[in-house]
């Protein structure tokens, strides 16, 4: 029998990763009916069939071709059309994961890594047996960013027992584990790459309804919108809607849905007076959600009340809390932010995706240990949740435990390869984990999807300085700065570039300006190790403000043993003598760290910038007064907004 061109089964691989169904479904169907013995050919043909009919059909051919093979087994036991036949059967339908009895650097660095994402998908392109690239995906890998979706819903869930109210979706709680014994999952395995999320993890998909439907089996009319809705045929979806509510004009998720249908089509003028109709039939908080968003179209500098409304109205509308943290996150009001999703926490409209914004807003807000907790709670609540997988990553990037970073990065990655946060996060990682190649290499793919984006800037500077190359870095950490990162990563870092080539005047600026703005004595300590180290470079050395930078390191409960051990050595080698507590300053010294925030550094002094021979304490290291944050943090983040 005649074997078809290879050439047609890659452009065929290639529409099916590209997304484009059509195309691939008519080459591997011509493959598959020039060489129907081929048991490959029905496997990738099962990717891109309609129906899941369709899919066993293509997938018990495979099986009845090559009774050994493991895919066609997989993709069958996961539709539901076989049963596990034994242990390895079992294992062959999903990925167990690993218990995680504490959450220790240890134990979160110790899983097994995978290799860098664009090599086994390299791989994947060569290598036609795995299926699980695209293996039975109903959906595009899209529909994986909504939690717990695999494919549309072939009939709407009963949501509410009237249509008066606003419809529940799933249980009215998500109880969160608590971190420390959270299920801690290794990284997606080389020969599983590119499989859905939701064919590796233990857990149940269960369909995604319409947001604000309400179930109306005996309405045709209706249920024709909602399928027209769903496949994002607003329009067609409007002209059933329209029907509906001249029949039905009591019926406010119907006047809901169709102002929703008109503003997603861009139509906002005509969009309030149906979500207005919907208020005033019964409050539908829906209907506030909606007319929030609508009106932030036309005043997006305005706060829109509807979202407290909306909340007001149905407590449990966690829509309604995500909508709102969204809109105070990208103006930056992450103390806000993290109130909001508290609230929502507190009221029982908790989802793994609210966890993980509240993860970013807690970032942002330097509450490091708890911004690790909750993406780990958001993430292990949903394992198919891709952007849970970013925020675990994100936290221990923060938390400088860098090993532990990698395999949520790396998964994250493989899945959105399109996200240039994935990679500049992926790249600060590997930086600190001791490889600035790889993290130089992330960064400029980082900067590929994002040609000005401050975050891959920033990230390949941590790199070159792992390399020593301060140059480089400087005209990477201005690039950041010139772009959006204002912030103390940035400017640490400064003052780390700038010691490199010599500059100690504007290391020490920067070096002080870092320390005013964190508020983790981790970080304090870490500036004080560079401003001693810089100290003690000058010339002459500043020996003194050297020593007390050393003495304050060890007075900060917080700060890291990697400090306090090279405190102790400088302390030594300066006094001759180990330390053993701290010594008393003279008058007029500077005071002790706190763990408050300082303000902007004071203007360095000829003596603090080495320009005299004579050491001085008094003007070189600015003093620290209490300061209690503002809920609108005065410097920018470190972390990017934009989607």
Excluded at 336 to 348: K, P, S
Excluded at 573 to 584: D, E, H, V, W
Aim: charged share 20%; net charge neutral.
């Amino acid at each position: 029998m005649t074997v078809p061109p290879q050439s047609m089964f890659t452009e065929a691989i290639a529409a099916a990763r590209a997304g484009d169904r059509t195309r691939a479904r008519e080459l591997f169907t011509r493959l598959v009916r020039s060489d129907s013995a081929n048991a490959e050919y029905w496997i990738w043909l099962s990717s891109v069939v309609d129906t899941n009919k369709e899919r066993i059909y293509c997938l018990e051919s495979a099986l009845r071709l090559d009774p050994t093979n493991r895919a066609a087994l997989r993709g069958l036991v996961i539709l539901g059309a076989r049963k596990p036949e034994g242990k390895e059967a079992q294992q062959v339908a999903r990925l167990p994961r690993k218990m995680a009895a504490a959450k220790t650097p240890a134990q979160r660095g110790g899983g097994r890594r995978v290799a860098i994402p664009w090599r086994f998908l390299a791989a994947i392109a060569v290598g036609g047996i795995l299926l699980v690239l695209v293996g039975v995906i109903a959906v595009p890998l899209a529909s994986l960013l909504r939690p717990r979706a695999l494919a549309p819903a072939s009939a709407l869930a009963t949501l509410t027992p009237t249509p008066f109210d606003t419809p529940k979706f799933g249980p009215p709680t998500w109880t969160p584990i608590p971190a420390s014994t959270l299920v801690n999952r290794t990284a997606v395995p080389t020969e599983l790459a590119g499989t859905p999320l939701a064919f590796l993890v233990e857990m149940t998909p269960t369909p995604t309804p319409v947001f604000g439907a309400t179930p109306r089996p005996d309405n045709p009319a209706y249920q024709s919108a909602l399928t027209a809705f769903i496949a994002g045929n607003f329009e067609a979806s409007q002209d059933y809607l329209e029907a509906v509510v001249e029949q039905h004009p009591d019926w406010p998720d119907a006047h809901y849905l169709l102002g929703e249908t008109r503003r997603r089509q861009g139509d906002l003028v005509g969009a309030f007076p149906a979500f207005d109709r919907a208020i005033l039939l019964s409050s539908y908080a829906p209907a506030y959600l909606g007319r929030a968003l609508t009106m932030l179209e036309f005043r997006p500098d305005r706060p829109p009340v509807d979202f407290d409304e909306a909340i007001k109205a149905d407590p449990l509308l966690t829509e309604a809390y995500l909508a709102k943290s969204d809109y105070l996150a990208a103006r930056r009001l992450w103390k806000t932010v993290e109130d909001t999703l508290q609230q929502a926490i507190d009221a029982g409209a908790a989802t793994p995706l609210v966890y993980v914004r509240l993860s970013e807003a807690q970032i942002n807000r330097e509450r490091l240990e708890e911004a690790l907790d909750s993406a780990v709670a958001g993430s292990g609540a949903d394992p198919t949740l891709l952007e849970g997988y970013l925020a675990v990553g994100r936290a221990y990037t923060e938390l400088e435990q860098y090993a532990s970073a990698q395999w949520p990065l790396e998964t994250y990655v493989a899945y959105n390869q399109e996200d240039p946060r994935g990679w500049a996060y992926l790249a600060r990682a590997l930086a600190g984990n001791g490889q600035p190649e790889q993290a130089i290499e992330m960064a400029n793919r980082s900067l590929e999807l994002k040609e000005r984006y401050a975050l891959a800037y920033l990230a390949r500077a941590y790199a070159y300085l792992e390399l020593g190359e301060g140059q480089n870095a400087l005209d990477d950490l201005l690039n950041a700065r010139r772009y959006g990162v204002e912030a103390y990563a940035n400017h640490y870092a400064l003052g780390k570039a700038y010691s490199l080539i010599g500059d100690y005047r504007e290391a020490l600026k920067w070096i002080n300006l870092s320390i005013s703005e964190t508020l983790v004595e981790r970080r304090v300590a870490e500036g004080y190790v560079l401003r001693a180290l810089v100290y003690e470079s000058l010339t002459p050395p500043q020996t003194e403000d050297a020593i007390v930078n050393w003495y304050w390191i060890l007075d900060l409960k917080g700060s890291s043993p990697e400090a306090r051990t090279l405190a102790e050595e400088h302390l030594f080698q300066l006094t001759g003598r180990r330390p053993t507590r701290a010594p008393t300053e003279p008058a007029g010294a500077l005071p002790s760290p706190t763990r408050t925030r300082t303000p902007a550094a004071t203007p360095l002094s000829a003596t603090a910038i080495g320009v005299t021979a004579t050491p001085s304490r008094t003007a070189t290291i600015p003093r620290t007064p209490t300061r209690t944050p503002t809920p609108t943090p005065s410097i920018p983040p470190t972390t990017d907004l934009t989607p």
